[in-house]
């Protein structure tokens, strides 16, 4: 088995549900919008795009320790940061939902409300927390955590809206073995045709510049 | 005694530039690439084989192997951990090569022979005149020679009219905006951009000529991925985005003077002290990406075009003399985006068509020029990439947790998550967004430096810091207003401010200024023999327009002036 599905199927329970409801609260299923369509319901969670957060953030960063370049996972330490926010939202008073006290246990973060994750996602890149009780390489760390905060958002956005989902089962295989299995359901839902070789669809030209020996003017 | 005459750091929109002109010279040039070289014989599978090492034959060069990789695919080419565009190793089992940014933001800077201009959307403005008269050392007469030559040779030309363009125009006209025809801006208006893309294929419009018979074939076929990987065209040198890949390196390996390695990533400045010319730079130091070796190659000049972080990065890592302005001065044309959602009927009384088809034409093709603000240029991407910038990447959290004030011109500032994202994509067909860019000033403080503790298998990494003025803040916020009013006369029924954070950065320039760091034939005061051909070398961010062009033609003429001084040739424009 690859290193990656071996990691994605390796990563602790703890951090795959607090991922599983971070990308449900930015791209969560719509069954309303399902007028438009069986496949506009669908969200971040069908689409397995916490498994691509999981991935993107244990790839992404390499640093030569001690002896040789080691990989710094950094999904596990993410998911603290996110559960530490959501017990000192919690504690704080902040949460407009009470959380749900069967998920508590496992993930803090995943027991808020949506509308909550997102509110301690805002609490935290605001740096409205108590930074030296946040799990390393965040503790303490501001402009890191403004950083990774941010990212959480575009990186489940891209992962949804590209065509990552329809890797299918090669989804977490290293990038050159990856293959399409469906039309993405991202672009679906977003009205886009996919790669395509060109397009008829010439207007004309409002202005042309013409070289002719060595001059050039403007038409 | 010397393996070469001149050794280029780097390949993309500067090196590149100066590769082909000091090969055309005659000059024996050596290009040492860190990332990948797609599309070349020698490297049938380069994101998982290590191939040859060296290519200095236009015979090399394999538009099939390209193609095969380029495959437009927006999470395959840019993600930017893992993408075949990314900055970092050639092998993609492996991690990117890592920049400490303690703030918001992102870098989009591609690794790779033709650098980030692989996925650059080639707009190829010249500078504001008035940005460079009085302020920089040279002046824009001095830059006109060697900015039609670069435009000639690239060749730049302005973008044909897709429906985003005609919309574009049809909100720029009603927001009493007028034509400004011509390449050197003075006062502003809006004109078509001047891209670095090949004239629409010709028959396109035909329907007796196919689609697949139409990729193979010279011209730009509309097909919207200038970001995500052009494969238009029937080989290497005539794909109708003209990346240097396909531009600038063939016209190089056709001199025959000039032999690329990739895969090698420069980690050291040689230097001698000179009894005559004081310390000067001698060759280079590389560590190959895929077995760690480290080589060492010797010339009588070397021409540093690394990049805006790599560049100084390479100078502090070399241990090369102290001087204030190395990696200082960062400047990024703070970027915004501003989006506007269309009523399916408004888009048929305009365009005559339910779709603004945001995926269809240049990636961007349309520009108004604000001299001493900016410019804004409708540009319109992939979904994934397009979801993120509009929705996803703020400086202002979210909008719903912090709406505008009433009367602000945008509907929405900031972050939408949720159910409300969902409506928003919904109508990505139908929406049209913009790019912005500040004339923004330069800040001693904003900078490139290298961590203290933190080391990848090349030496101690970059922390890039960045963190725009008072007057650029503003010039930014007058800048959203006029994009906005433009989307408001075209009829826009939502309008969209994302409000990017101030480290998305991708037009990084002047961190090795001219007249700080080196004099006005781009040599290096403390270092002689040792040139810089990329963004950094600029003076500031020459009031706003997208950057390459302007290095493309100062390192046509940094060849011109290491050639005299160093080879005797005469100037080009001389003659």
Known sequence: ?219 | MYDADVIVIGSGGGGAVAAKELGEKGLKVLVLEAGPFYGNKKWQNPNSERGGEWSSSYNDLDVGIYKKIYNSYENNMNDVVSGAFRFGPADRRRAPWHRVMRQKGDIWQVSGVGGTTQHYWSQSPRAFPQAIDHVWPISYRELVPYYEKAEATLPVQFSPTTPKEELFYYGAKKAGWSLIPTLDVVTPGYRPNPNAILRTNEHLMDPNYSMEQLTHMEGCTLRGHCVNGCTSGPSMDKIAKRSTLVSYIPLALKTGNVSIRPNSFTIKILTEQDPKEGLRATGVQFRDTWTGEIGELTAKTVVMAAGCIESPRLWLNSGLPFNPWVGRGLTNHYFDWVGGVFDEKDLMSILGTPSVYPYVGHTSGARVDIPGIGIFQVSCLSPGLMSFLTYGFSEAGYDALNPPEPGEPWDIRGRVVGPELKELMHNYSRTMTMLLLTDDEVRFSNRVEVDPLLKDENGPIPIVYYTPSPKTLQRRDQLARYACETLQQAGAKKIIRSDLPTGFLLHLESTMRMGFVTDTNCEAFQVKRLYIADNSVHFDGIGGPNPTLTTQALATRTADKLANKYFDHSIETDK
């Open chain 1, 1 to 219: 088995m690859h290193q990656a599905k071996l990691y994605a199927a390796t990563a602790d329970p703890r951090t795959v549900a607090t991922f599983k409801a971070l990308v449900e609260a930015i791209v969560p299923n719509t069954p309303a919008l399902a007028v438009f369509g069986a496949e506009q319901a669908a969200g971040a969670v069908e689409l397995y795009v916490y498994e691509y957060m999981i991935w993107e953030l244990d790839h992404s960063l390499a640093l030569f320790l001690g002896t040789h370049l080691t990989i710094v996972p950094l999904s596990a330490s993410t998911a603290g940061l996110l559960n530490s926010g959501a017990f000192q939202f919690v504690a704080s008073g902040q949460a407009q939902h009470a959380p749900n006290h069967a998920l508590w246990g496992s993930s803090p973060y995943a027991a808020l409300s949506p509308a909550d994750r997102i509110r301690v996602l805002a609490m935290l890149e605001e740096l409205r927390v108590d930074l030296g009780l946040l799990p390393p390489p965040y503790k303490d760390d501001g402009g890191l955590i403004t950083f990774i905060v941010d990212y959480l958002n575009r990186g489940t956005m891209f992962g949804f809206y590209s065509e990552w989902p329809a890797y299918g089962s090669t989804r977490l295989a290293t990038p050159t073995v990856r293959r399409l299995e469906y039309f993405p359901i991202g672009w679906r839902q977003a009205g886009y045709p996919g790669v395509s070789l060109g397009y008829r669809a010439l207007g004309g030209y409002l202005l042309t510049i013409v070289r002719e020996g060595g001059e050039s003017t403007i038409v």
